[in-house]
């Protein structure tokens, strides 16, 4: 089953935004068994639009069409549809009737631009967008399946998961395909191909591995395709199962989970709290943990401690240690951690300290050296991470490889 | 000057990565006057690479290729290009010589693989690439150029700068065409248009202007295109000046400044120093800042007081405050900016408090609701910001608008 996504739009074209839609579809897809073979992105022409139309029903047996279904005048995409299907456009009640009673409950009433949306290609079946007011449109014509969709992202993916995949999975009784996403963090991808190398050699013909590396975090995408779907799931729970024994620790997480999301429900189960002192990653890990939603529960708080003067005035860091061993150093982020656990009073605290570049390394130190340390009031564990030259790649890493450090210590004294 | 882009790799259409090549390419073509009218991206099969050139060419003067240069047997860009043009892969010994040069500075030598890229089609011109192994291709055939480059982001961006834009300008002799950005942030893009309605409606032809909004911030582009370089630079230069007497305080920067780099030249400029103290923003206020290379010489750090025990203890907000008006209000946001010029010792501190959502709003107080206040020994000044329902959107748009707010404040009173 092939599948051509054609993007309509001048804005991607010149560079004014990025197309993100089509590798979320592409990866979608993907997961019901269904192989992107091409993405188009035509300009708002009706000819661009057109040509696209004609070479992806050459070869490909789906083909899904976002963007160009706006109010506006350069919105073309329905006017080529029923030109391209040799049909016109004509007034949907049933879609009026819809948006009547939608702005109805806004307390408004749909203006003229929404009455001009209900105008929609004759031989068109709509798939409700209960994201906005422009429908998706299912075609199907000598056997190939169009789809046309709104550009705005959250109402495509809307329509996609509720509509278009549900509805491409009965029309083209596509083959039971499954998964399993491991999320690992703190070593390499061949590290971890080492580690589950057994496992990976003995898979069978309808299994695959996939390693998904990026920035201190590597995604094990296990994938089974076959005719027994309750099977499938029975013998990728079994190889998770297998992949834990061997890699346990240096998973963090399943599926779509964010290192910051386990944190947040291992300190609601274990009921501590935590805190950050942060001088290279300049609040980037707190910003992290706090993306999750109701982070307060168990985040006190961080301290940004950029000038030495506040790693000794608010982290009690010795002026000696930071005279001796400098601020970039297993001492300092060890005091930093002791003054934090005080000054923020949590259970855990983690430190952060380093040279992210791309200036300001020394032959001793170079740009990358970072020390992270971790501790609660009995113990404190202190590791180096080795980061490159890149400043924006560095403090993503360290962000990763740090909060990992803080959910492994998490795991291993509360 | 029509070109279309091509960008091969499986990597892409199975959406592992998201590609944002073709947006940068088609931004900076877009500067030197070469409209990108087609963006392809093909799987790894010789079918789906040779089919794309084929179609390029019969629409485009321009043929830009990213990906598929590397020395995997998926990379078969090279092998296509050759069978495309007719030619053979030759040994290129120039391309050997530079080779070894570049791995002996490195202390190494190069290896197999690398002899491999050293095999290019033999009617092309190899373009020097100081980023990696891999060089850039320049093929001609019936009046049309077809470029190759690697899909390293960094290499093709070193190529099209270096050697495609500036051999593209000189073999197509395109029209001169300048540009003038300018960042402003705080109001939206129609009060903006309001307030440059007069210059805008008085443009001549040969000048287009364009609002870029997001989250938080405006971009106005400036294009102008003719013959003679010399005067549009001129007469976009008198357009700027226009633009900033009607806007002057809205603007935080020109061309690709970001608004942290801003007020870093601002505080070195004044000889200031500057915190921050935040609730809703998490650290990535702080985050922002530190994204500067050489920002401790003005950024001595951070409070990121979640709780109101951390607002309490270290930025010795009152309790009763906290009581009456709640860690969301102008009085907390204000105590906290007093409180933390202290603490961090500081010229100048930034204040955040809000319900960044989408869970936390009361009817008084909404998701969305934030306060910014931001001040130094003398003066304090607070602002509320509302923002929407998205977490994730109301952390960025708010990390803009406050950096903003506090530039204003230091040009106002440093």
């Known amino acids: 089953m092939h599948a051509h996504i054609i993007t309509i739009g001048d804005e991607i074209l010149i560079g004014q935004i990025i197309d993100t839609n089509s590798a979320w579809m592409g990866r979608e897809l993907n997961q019901v068994g269904i192989e992107v073979t091409e993405i188009i992105t035509a300009s708002d022409s009706r000819h661009s639009i057109y040509r696209s139309f004609q070479r992806a029903a050459e070869h490909a047996d789906i083909i899904l069409i976002t963007g160009g279904l706006g109010p506006t005048k350069d919105d073309i995409t329905k006017k080529v ?17 819809y948006l009547e009673g939608f702005f109805e409950q806004l307390g408004r009433k749909p203006n003229e631009s929404h009455r001009q949306q209900c105008y929609l290609p004759a031989n068109c079946t709509t798939l409700r967008n209960k994201m906005g007011t422009a429908p998706g449109m299912w075609f199907e014509k000598n056997g190939k399946v169009f789809v046309s969709m709104p550009g705005v992202p959250y109402e495509m993916k809307y329509l996609m998961e509720h509509e278009v995949i549900p509805k491409l999975k009965t029309t083209f009784k596509t083959q039971p395909i499954v998964h399993r996403t491991i999320s690992t963090a703190g070593v390499g991808e061949s590290v971890l191909a080492g580690l589950v190398e057994d496992i990976e050699t003995n898979l069978p013909d309808f299994v695959k591995l996939a390693f998904l590396p990026n920035l201190g975090k590597v995604r094990l995408r296990l994938t089974a395709r076959g005719e027994d ?15 834990k024994e061997k890699i346990g620790d240096l998973i963090f ?9 386990v944190i947040g429900l291992l300190c609601k189960e274990k009921g501590v709290t935590i805190g950050t002192l942060e001088s290279c ?11 999750v939603s109701g982070s307060s ?29 400098g601020a970039v150093s297993k001492e300092t982020v060890i005091e930093m951690v002791k003054g934090g656990l005080t000054t923020l009073g949590v259970d855990y605290a983690l430190a952060v300290s380093g040279i992210a570049g791309p ?8 740009v990358g050296t970072i020390w992270v340390a971790v501790g609660n009031k009995e113990y404190i564990e202190a590791t180096l991470v080795k980061g490159g030259k890149d400043r924006a790649k560095n403090i993503e890493r360290t962000t990763t490889l740090s909060l990992n450090i803080l959910r492994q210590f998490i795991l291993k004294y509360a």
Do not use: C
């Open 81 to 97: 549809l029923a030109e391209y299907f040799g049909t016109d456009l004509v007034f949907n009640e049933e879609m009026w009737g």
């Open 229 to 243: 779907e309750a099977y499938l799931n029975q013998f990728l729970d079994q190889k998770v199962i297998e992949i």
């Open 253 to 261: 997480g399943y599926e779509k989970q964010t290192i910051s999301e």
């Open 281 to 291: 990653t300049g609040g980037r890990v707190a910003h992290d943990i706090t993306s």
């Open 297 to 325: 529960a168990y985040f006190k708080g961080s301290i940004v401690a950029y000038s030495n003067d506040i790693k000794r005035k608010l982290l009690d860091v010795s002026a000696d240690t930071l005279a001796a061993h």
């Open 359 to 366: 200036t300001g390394g020394t032959p001793d130190k170079p």
